[in-house]
């Protein structure tokens, strides 16, 4: 069967990926081209712009992954490709790719969704296997916990009502005018401040059994700290670098005790002695202090994806090769699907 080795695509938002993985979970190569500079003017992602570089990037993507490999096409043994959730346009831009290489070079199609890859990030870099285990993600997109009982079965405990924790840190950065993309640059101008100065709502921590989140809440807090109280004769404190500084601070350390809070929560629920968390939220630094110190309090291993893998790239589509090791391949008619829908 040759050198066994898939090339992973993923396409979902704003960041054209590829990688080479082999059966034994490594990496062989992994690029990720990231569209930060088209969309920062908007201060978001823009879909219809997100597909268009999406389509401009995918063929030189893949040329790269296999190119700093060492490998050719025909070395594959199956296209892997996220198929969901995710952006429909940019989506089927990645899905198109992938069909049409496993038509022309005769290999099967694996699907994979989204937000078990940003768990998987973990295992990618544990190098064996971690599960059963707690899933935490926290991206752009989704604040989500799993009960990740096998490497193919996650079943959804508790995920945000209403705005990711990634879209709070993006809004919130609007709200402080620091520059896109959001979450780096509210980690950037915490470090400076007191994450004490402000008094946050901390939502849904007083019922342990819900594993929900929302930080739709918190985000209106900070922007009533910011601008001051509609109809309020108390004006908000001038935005100051120090002002901005302190919200960042208190608004990043409510949200890291909701999601380690949560954590605790699910890991009581759950009994699991393994915490694995993936999504582009899982590469701010206090977020993964506070966590250490959670498994430390509570004798839990704790898995974080490397910084690298946390934000969007496709090694951590590696785990289509678990799905492939079981015969099971997708179908030509294969579609994709925005939402966090599960197999
Ligand atoms: O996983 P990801 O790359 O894309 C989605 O699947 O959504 O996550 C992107 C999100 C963005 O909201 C970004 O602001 C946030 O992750 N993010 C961070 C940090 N780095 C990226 N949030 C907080 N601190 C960071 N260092
Ligand atoms: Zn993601």
Known sequence: MGAELLLTIESS??????????????????????????????????PEIASRAHLARMLPVID??????????????GIAVVTQPGLVGS???????????????????????????HIYACRMAAGRDIF?????????GHSALYDCRNCLNFQLLGS????????????????????????????QAAQKGNPSAINFPRPLLDDARRLDFSFSGLKTAVLYAARGIPGSRVPALP?????????AASFQEAVVDVLVEKCRQALQQCHHSRL????????????RQRLDELAEETG??????????????AAMAGIAWEAFERGHTATLDLDVCPLPVRR
């Open 160 to 187: 945000t009502i209403d705005d990711a924790a990634g879209e709070a840190f993006d809004k919130v950065a609007k709200i402080l005018q620091l520059p896109y993309p959001g979450g780096p640059s509210v980690e």
């Open 239 to 247: 935005l100051t670098q120090t002002r901005v500084a302190d919200i």
């Open 276 to 287: 694995c968390v993936g999504g582009g939220v899982a590469a701010n630094f206090r977020l």
């Open 13 to 46: 938002c704003d960041e054209t990926a590829a990688a080479v993985i082999d059966r034994g979970r490594n990496i062989r190569s992994s690029v990720v081209a990231s569209q930060t500079d088209l969309h920062a003017r908007f201060g978001g992602v823009v």
């Open 91 to 117: 989506l089927l831009v990645g899905l198109t790719a992938a069909k049409t290489l496993a038509v022309v070079l005769n290999v099967p199609l694996i699907s994979v969704n989204h937000l078990e890859a």
């Open 300 to 313: 839990t291993e704790l898995l974080l994806a490397p910084r690298e893998l946390c934000t969007d790239n």
């Open 132 to 140: 059963p285990a707690l899933g935490l993600i926290v991206s752009g």
């Open 64 to 77: 790269e992954a296999l190119s700093q490999a060492g490998v050719t096409l025909q070395d594959m043994s």
